[in-house]
């Protein structure tokens, strides 16, 4: 009878032992099952909150580009507005030009025409100035009101010389001879020469439109007129022979 009970007991430890241990394994398992299910939710609420701020940042950038898109629009209609206007502008400049450009070659030509017949100083520098007019006009590139600009500038150039006294250097034929020769301009009635020595003299006549050539003779009063234009000598009365005012 004692021995049974032994054995009853010993065979109830065991079973109460494998209950035990397949409790404890169950619960390892769960836990390592709860381990990895928790390793998985952090992972997904990693790449949650990864989604969620790229789609933040997507978002930001949207707008951004959005407001960037909405501003080029604005600025592209601006500038089909202003391109239009520039093309009712352009249309009116044609019709202006019609006008205006044949204007300004007739300026040119008069101004031509002038210096042709006024006494002749500074004769190449002056022509080419109207060669350099001349060629401005025909060019695309240049607007009209520049050209304007620069044919005005000449005529008030033009204006400026009757008002003033001038001097420069070079050179004249005198009887078959090129001679370097001191320029003497009186405004406009009157342009004389003289040679470095003093030797050879002379001034233009405008009736006859030819030079005068006087030798000597008029030395003195040339030398006193170019002192005063060099600013050598303080102004001063001068013995010049000039055209008559009426002419």
């Known amino acids: 009878m004692k021995i049974i009970t032994i054995l009853l007991f010993f065979?109830?430890?065991?079973?109460?032992?494998?209950?035990?241990?397949?409790?404890?394994?169950?619960?390892?398992?769960?836990?390592?099952?709860s381990i990895d299910i928790q390793n998985k939710i952090d992972e997904l609420d990693i790449e949650s909150k990864k989604i969620?701020?790229?789609?933040?940042?997507?978002?930001?950038?949207?707008?951004?580009?959005?407001?960037?898109?909405?501003?080029?629009?604005?600025?592209?209609d601006a500038q089909i507005l202003e391109i239009a206007d520039i093309n009712d502008q352009l249309d009116s400049l044609d019709s202006i030009n019609i006008d205006i450009l044949p204007l300004l070659k007739r300026m040119?030509?008069?101004?031509?025409?002038?210096?042709?017949?006024?006494?002749?100083?500074?004769?190449?520098?002056?022509?080419?100035?109207?060669?350099?007019?001349?060629?401005l006009i025909i060019r695309a590139d240049v607007t009209t009101a520049e050209k304007f600009r620069n044919i005005f500038e000449a005529y008030q150039l033009e204006a400026n010389f009757g008002k003033t006294i001038e001097s420069y250097q070079g050179f004249l034929n005198i009887e078959g001879n090129e001679r370097a020769v001191d320029?003497?301009?009186?405004?406009?009635?009157?342009?004389?020469?003289?040679?470095?020595?003093?030797?050879?003299?002379?001034?233009?006549?405008?009736?006859?439109?030819?030079?005068?050539?006087?030798?000597?003779?008029?030395?003195?009063?040339?030398?006193?007129?170019l002192d005063i234009a060099n600013r050598q000598a303080p102004p001063n009365f001068i013995n010049l022979p000039v055209k008559p005012l009426e002419n």
Request: charged share 25%; net charge negative; proline share 2%.
């Open 11 to 33: 065979s109830s430890s065991m079973f109460s032992q494998e209950i035990v241990d397949q409790t404890i394994s169950t619960q390892v398992e769960a836990s390592n099952v």
């Open 183 to 225: 320029y003497f301009r009186l405004g406009r009635l009157g342009l004389y020469y003289r040679t470095p020595n003093g030797r050879e003299t002379g001034f233009w006549n405008s009736n006859t439109q030819e030079w005068v050539h006087k030798g000597s003779s008029l030395d003195d009063e040339i030398k006193a007129a």
């Open 52 to 76: 969620y701020f790229d789609y933040k940042d997507t978002l930001n950038e949207f707008n951004s580009l959005k407001n960037y898109d909405d501003q080029l629009s604005q600025i592209i």
């Open 108 to 135: 040119v030509d008069s101004l031509n025409k002038f210096i042709s017949l006024d006494i002749p100083f500074l004769i190449d520098e002056r022509r080419s100035r109207l060669n350099d007019l001349d060629k």
